[in-house]
């Protein structure tokens, strides 16, 4: 069992993987060797030019669970990612089906804008039934013998929740590490007031707390970092930093977004994830088919 934290609580075991073509971390949270895991935002590769969906960024989670005698009880996402396929299919199914797929109740609005935009019809629920279960803001699970509370982190997109085990919390996209700062709010569900409002409820948070970033792309070409405390973030977030007023917060990211392209794979990622990661059902022919929306995005 590890040991107990500032707060009492059982502090978790962390192991990070790295998707270098998206730039995503993944994590494995775990009570102890032998227990219980959760598994953060995990990766199914997939390539636009070919179609070909690819196991090799989740392969190293299962070998980690595997070689730590791991039972995955849950498969966590903090928000419907535009930039990857989420592997939690993949994952479930090689690990017995058993773990159970969560994200935020906020995907229900996530789904409602993007079924329609994808003519789903009216058989796809836009209720988050696809998931096994919903979090509400506040809610308090376990994995094995650890305590997650779930925090809404609303703005990037309409979603976002962050995961706080004992004194380590994962973000999701609500921050970068302090080099590059926030993410995007001009998705549809995105609104940079309420990524002000979420990142503040992050940084008033004990300034030791350890805060995990679903992203790094080594700005500069520096090495890969994952990693911050809230005392870091305020101090020197180039987005964020203590003194940074909402209005200038929002002003800054406005303008930053009319300039940014979109992710390479939104259009795909968007109809998976808001599936909980699985794939359209095949048609007649048996193949499986994602549709991409003609001048439309
Ligand atoms: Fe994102």
Not at 254 to 263: I, N, Q, V, Y
Request: glycine fraction near 10%; charged fraction near 20%.
């Amino acid at each position: 069992m590890f040991s107990l934290g500032t707060e009492g609580l059982i502090q978790p075991g962390i192991q990070n993987f790295y998707d270098a073509t998206t730039g995503t971390l993944s994590y494995v949270v775990y009570d102890q060797p032998g227990g219980h895991a959760a598994v953060i935002d995990c990766v199914l590769g997939y390539s636009t030019v070919s179609g070909r969906t690819d196991t090799a960024p989740s392969d190293p989670v299962l070998a980690y669970l595997a070689a730590q005698q791991l039972t995955l009880s849950w498969i966590l996402e903090t928000h419907a990612h535009a930039d990857h396929l989420s592997g939690a299919q993949y994952l479930r199914k090689a690990l017995g089906g058993k773990a159970r797929i969560a994200i935020g109740r906020g995907i229900c609005d996530v789904q409602a804008h993007f079924a329609p935009l994808f003519n789903f019809g009216a058989d796809f629920a836009t209720d988050g039934r696809q998931f096994d279960h919903l979090f509400s803001s506040g809610e308090v699970f376990d994995i094995g013998a650890l305590e997650c509370v779930v925090m809404a982190t609303p703005g990037h997109t309409s979603d976002s929740v962050s995961y706080k085990i004992g004194s380590h919390v994962f973000v999701g996209d609500s921050l970068f590490m302090p080099d590059y700062g926030t993410a995007r709010c001009d998705f549809p569900g995105g609104d940079a007031d309420l990524l002000y409002n979420s990142i503040q409820q992050l940084l008033r948070l004990p300034g030791d707390t350890r805060l995990y970033m679903c992203h790094d792309y080594k700005p500069g070409g520096r090495e890969l970092r994952f990693v911050s405390t809230v005392d870091e973030q305020r101090r020197n977030n180039v987005h964020v930093r203590t003194g940074v007023s909402r209005e200038e917060f929002r002003a800054m990211r406005t303008t930053r977004d009319a300039g940014l392209s979109l992710p390479a794979l939104i259009v795909p990622s968007i109809q998976v994830n808001i599936r909980a990661g699985q794939l359209p059902a095949a048609e007649d022919n048996g193949i499986v088919y994602l549709k991409t929306p003609v001048n439309t995005f």
